[in-house]
Every structure is written in C-alpha cells, then in structure tokens.
C-alpha cells in the first residue's frame, strides 16, 4: 500500500500522541468516557487509607478521572500501569513515574506486582474492562480490590469518512466499529490491538477478513505496523 493511498482512521475517545502526527489520519470517536465521580472518590479513600501497598491504573481515561478525585498520591502506594500512554498520562497527573511490565497485558501486569511482592492492591478500571486482571492477582496471591471509575459508551458518529485502514483498540470500540463503520468500508485493512479486541471484531464484524495485530500492546507498535503498510 503506497502512503499516498493511505487513509488511517482511530476510534478511540482521545488520540493518543504517537499517531498524532500520521499523515493521512482521521479520528472518528466511537466511544466516549462517563466518569463516576462516586467511585472516584472511592478509590481516592481506599488509596489514601494507608491499607493498600500497590495500585495499577489500566488507562489514561481512568488516570484523568481519578486525578479529579485525588489531590496528591499517596506516597506508601506503589502505582503501575500498563503501557506507555497510561504512564506517560499519569506521570503528568501525579508527578511520579509507574512501573510498566515488559508485557502490556493484565497478565504481564499481575506478574509485576506480584513479582514486586505487593500485598494489598487496588485496580482502578473502566466498567467495560473484563476481570482478567484480578483473577490474576488473586492466584499470585495478592487481596485486590477493583473500583471502576468510569463507564465507555458507544457513540454513534455523525458521519464515518472514507478510510483504507482502521485501529480498533478495545472490545467496546471494536463492536461500535462494526455498527457504525465497517460496513461502509468493508475492503479497510483492520488492524486490532490485541487478541480481546480480534475476538470482538470476529463476533461483530460478520463476514471480516484479515485481522493484524501489532507485536505488542502498545501505539508505538501500532505506528510501526502502519510505517510497514506504506502508511504515514
């Protein structure tokens, strides 16, 4: 594919640096974020009570809804997140620097902080998110206590462009794709970050061709995949 024939269209809520600078991008949000304030709060006095050691937040969403919440972060709590948006996001919010694992997934994630012998946890999540993350913490041994934060709601666009390739990086945003997007550019290259989302992609996307995954979990692989497509 030549990167003159290159349409790339994002539908996630908010566009994440490394593919701000694509040419050919277009950012069609399909999702957008509800915060619960209540359950902010929450998470705000568990992280503050002085009974939990350890803490991952899993997005920049729930970063920036928890900072609404929580004025400083409390220095006895170890905070992770996984990949580099999510800590980049909460570096700016908190000024510290999280543990990232080698392996941006929830069992990556499990096995540093079980490996960094956390104790009491706490994960603070999207509603939409699955349980893999703590069932895992649970089985290295580690209490945990999950609180969502905030609720992804598909949103239907007003119109979706015409695109050569689209990047669908959730369950959530891969099944409003299908509603509201693929069909109207059935022949796209779709391009899935992770084996969550292809799942949903296949099951909602009925008729779906190839699906291509980055090597890893992560925007910075997903550029790289794009640049091997002939795009940006």
């Known amino acids: 594919m030549e990167s003159g024939q ?12 490394e593919l701000s600078g694509l040419r050919g991008l277009v950012w069609v949000p399909l999702v957008h974020v509800r915060p619960r304030e209540a359950d902010a709060r ?5 992280l503050a009570s002085g009974a939990y ?13 928890l900072r609404a919440a929580l004025g400083r972060w409390p220095g006895r709590v170890r905070p992770y997140c996984i990949g580099a948006g999510t800590s980049r996001a909460f570096a700016e919010a908190f000024g510290l620097t999280p543990r990232v694992p080698e392996v941006y997934d929830s069992a990556g994630l499990a096995r540093a902080m ?10 603070i999540r999207s509603s939409a998110g699955d349980d893999e993350l703590e069932r895992a913490l649970l089985s290295s041994g580690v209490d945990v206590v999950r609180v969502d934060v ?3 709601l598909a949103a239907a666009p007003p119109e979706v462009p015409h695109f050569t390739v689209a990047v669908v990086t ?3 945003i891969a099944r409003a794709f ?3 997007a693929w069909t109207r550019n059935p022949r796209a290259t779709v391009i899935a970050m992770g084996p969550k989302t292809e799942a949903a992609l296949r099951s909602s996307c009925k008729g779906l061709g190839e699906v291509l995954m980055p090597q890893e979990r992560s925007f910075k692989a997903i550029l790289s995949l794009l640049k091997a497509l002939g795009c940006g």
């Open 114 to 123: 079980a490996g960094d012998g956390c104790r009491r946890a706490i994960t």
């Open 150 to 152: 905030y609720d992804e």
């Open 42 to 46: 929450r998470a705000a006095e568990l």
């Open 6 to 17: 290159c349409i790339v269209a994002y539908f996630g809520p908010e566009l994440p640096a």
């Open 170 to 172: 959730s369950s959530v």
């Open 178 to 180: 299908c509603e509201h």
């Open 53 to 65: 050691d350890c803490a991952a937040v899993t997005s920049p969403r729930g970063v920036e809804v």
